[in-house]
């Protein structure tokens, strides 16, 4: 039952391209489980995305979710295309077409997409305006919106914060000190790398290198990551940044370090990049980072991974903090919404690391272990009915 998801649709979306004809996209949504709340899950953007990844994707938020705790099940979203090729307006007609094609599986209380991979809260507000057309005004259909159009204050950063947080909880756990005695390596700079470096930067961590799909940058005494932020927004490549040394994007995942966070996409640590990789923890902030065979080798060389269901918990936590907030019409503060969100990441931790110690089993393993077994219990309840 938990192995295959609840339902999968595939919808086509013709989008009249602005130099004139018309192009064809396909579009998934896999709604893989929802026996403790509505589906939930992120809608991608990209080039690599196919019907089988999006099941996997949408199988880890099922986890994620009841990892977390939150009253939800799990579902994921993309679209194959490359959105960089594409302007704004076409982007905006291929995101409007997507909701006219799934609008009567998603809903507040049914299916709630929000970003993931080249999506943002652009993307998030077209939803949100898009479905209000067919079913009424609904802000709850959708996370992950502007803070004006009914997002919530906190959401933006949350997955970075929640994986900062996590990183803290680990360290605490392992007795490896504090955020300032370590070295940090990130690959992405994205909405998930650039928040979480950020904040690991203010906790006073010190970041040694990032990559981006285009470039790399180190700086063995530290990267200054707002004025690397400040950098990038202007649309200049890493590795011109004057605060560091440019370096080949390819070499990242080597770059030795304590901390290695992948924040870009699935299937990165191979069993060749896991047997070179040179850090102490692996702390997945992407979705689906490393490969099977390759955490078996991680946990044969004693690396730590603090895997992903866990470490990129806080996006989807902040995102129940805005849909609750749309139910009520109600809004929070952001001092309110991090407390919160610091909250469920410590509470998550205590739980799979007490199962780690408990069972003696990888962190991935007592996540899985606390996360299967809330959503087969929902399930045993519910009667498969
Ligand atoms: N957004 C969220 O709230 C959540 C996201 N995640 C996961 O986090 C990961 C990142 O998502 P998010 O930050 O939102 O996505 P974004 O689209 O905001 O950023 C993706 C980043 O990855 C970089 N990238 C893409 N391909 C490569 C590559 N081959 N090598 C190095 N870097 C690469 C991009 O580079 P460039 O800018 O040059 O294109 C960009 O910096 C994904 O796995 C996603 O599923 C998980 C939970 C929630
Ligand atoms: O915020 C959400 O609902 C989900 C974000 C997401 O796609 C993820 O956690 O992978």
Same mark, same amino acid.
């Given at each position: 039952?938990?192995l295959?998801?609840k339902?999968?649709?595939?919808?086509?979306?013709?989008?009249?391209?602005?130099?004139g004809?018309?192009?064809?996209?396909?579009?998934?949504?896999?709604?893989?489980?929802?026996?403790? /709340?509505p589906? +939930?899950?992120?809608l991608?953007?990209?080039?690599?995305?196919?019907?089988?990844? *999006?099941?996997?994707? %949408? $199988?880890?938020?099922?986890?994620?979710?009841?990892?977390?705790?939150?009253?939800?099940?799990?579902?994921?979203?993309?679209?194959?295309?490359?959105?960089?090729k594409?302007?704004?307006?076409?982007?905006?007609?291929?995101?409007?077409?997507?909701?006219?094609?799934?609008?009567d599986?998603i809903?507040?209380a049914?299916?709630?997409?929000?970003?993931d991979?080249?999506?943002?809260?652009?993307?998030?507000?077209w939803?949100?305006?898009?479905?209000?057309?067919?079913?009424?005004?609904?802000?709850?259909v959708v996370?992950?919106?502007?803070v004006?159009l009914?997002?919530?204050v906190g959401?933006?950063?949350?997955?970075?914060?929640g994986c900062?947080?996590?990183?803290?909880?680990?360290l605490?756990?392992? /007795?490896?000190? +504090?955020?300032?005695?370590?070295t940090?390596?990130?690959?992405?700079?994205?909405? *998930?790398?650039a928040? %979480? $470096?950020?904040?690991?930067?203010?906790?006073?961590?010190?970041?040694?290198?990032?990559?981006?799909?285009?470039?790399?940058?180190t700086?063995?005494?530290g990267?200054?990551?707002?004025?690397?932020r400040?950098?990038a927004?202007?649309?200049?490549?890493l590795?011109a940044?004057?605060g560091?040394q440019?370096?080949?994007?390819?070499?990242?995942?080597?770059?030795?370090c304590?901390?290695l966070?992948?924040?870009a996409?699935?299937?990165?640590?191979?069993?060749?990049?896991?047997?070179?990789?040179?850090?102490?923890?692996?702390?997945?902030?992407?979705?689906?980072?490393t490969?099977?065979?390759?955490d078996k080798?991680?946990?044969?060389?004693?690396?730590?991974?603090?895997?992903?269901?866990?470490?990129? /918990?806080?996006?989807?936590?902040?995102?129940?903090?805005?849909?609750?907030?749309?139910?009520?019409?109600?809004k929070?503060?952001?001092?309110e919404?991090?407390?919160?969100?610091?909250?469920?990441?410590?509470?998550?931790?205590?739980s799979?690391?007490?199962?780690?110690?408990e069972?003696?089993?990888?962190?991935?393993?007592?996540?899985?272990?606390?996360?299967?077994?809330?959503?087969?219990?929902?399930?045993?309840?519910?009667?498969?009915?």
């Amino acid at each position: 039952m938990l192995l295959e998801p609840k339902r999968e649709v595939a919808v086509e979306l013709v989008v009249p391209r602005d130099a004139g004809g018309v192009e064809v996209f396909r579009a998934y949504r896999v709604q893989h489980n929802n026996s403790r /709340g509505p589906f +939930k899950g992120g809608l991608r953007f990209h080039p690599n995305v196919d019907l089988d990844d *999006v099941r996997s994707l %949408a $199988s880890l938020m099922t986890w994620k979710t009841a990892l977390m705790d939150l009253p939800f099940g799990g579902a994921k979203g993309g679209v194959q295309l490359d959105p960089h090729k594409l302007s704004e307006r076409e982007l905006e007609i291929l995101t409007r077409k997507l909701v006219q094609g799934i609008k009567d599986v998603i809903g507040p209380a049914e299916d709630i997409p929000a970003p993931d991979m080249n999506t943002s809260g652009r993307e998030m507000a077209w939803i949100f305006d898009e479905y209000s057309k067919f079913k009424g005004y609904s802000p709850g259909v959708v996370t992950g919106k502007p803070v004006h159009l009914h997002g919530s204050v906190g959401r933006e950063a949350a997955t970075g914060r929640g994986c900062a947080f996590g990183i803290r909880e680990i360290l605490k756990a392992m /007795g490896y000190g +504090k955020m300032s005695d370590h070295t940090f390596v990130f690959q992405g700079f994205g909405n *998930v790398g650039a928040w %979480a $470096s950020e904040i690991v930067h203010d906790m006073g961590g010190k970041v040694v290198a990032i990559a981006d799909e285009h470039s790399a940058t180190t700086n063995p005494k530290g990267l200054d990551i707002p004025a690397l932020r400040r950098h990038a927004g202007e649309g200049h490549l890493l590795e011109a940044f004057a605060g560091g040394q440019a370096l080949a994007k390819e070499s990242i995942l080597q770059v030795p370090c304590s901390i290695l966070v992948p924040a870009a996409l699935g299937g990165v640590i191979t069993p060749d990049v896991a047997r070179s990789l040179d850090c102490k923890i692996v702390v997945e902030a992407a979705n689906g980072p490393t490969l099977p065979a390759a955490d078996k080798i991680l946990q044969d060389r004693g690396v730590m991974v603090l895997p992903d269901i866990y470490s990129n /918990g806080g996006g989807v936590t902040v995102s129940f903090f805005e849909w609750v907030q749309n139910l009520q019409n109600f809004k929070w503060d952001e001092e309110e919404v991090n407390r919160k969100l610091e909250r469920k990441m410590g509470a998550a931790f205590e739980s799979l690391w007490q199962i780690h110690r408990e069972m003696d089993v990888p962190l991935r393993t007592a996540a899985f272990v606390k996360a299967v077994g809330r959503v087969a219990r929902a399930e045993r309840f519910r009667g498969f009915d």
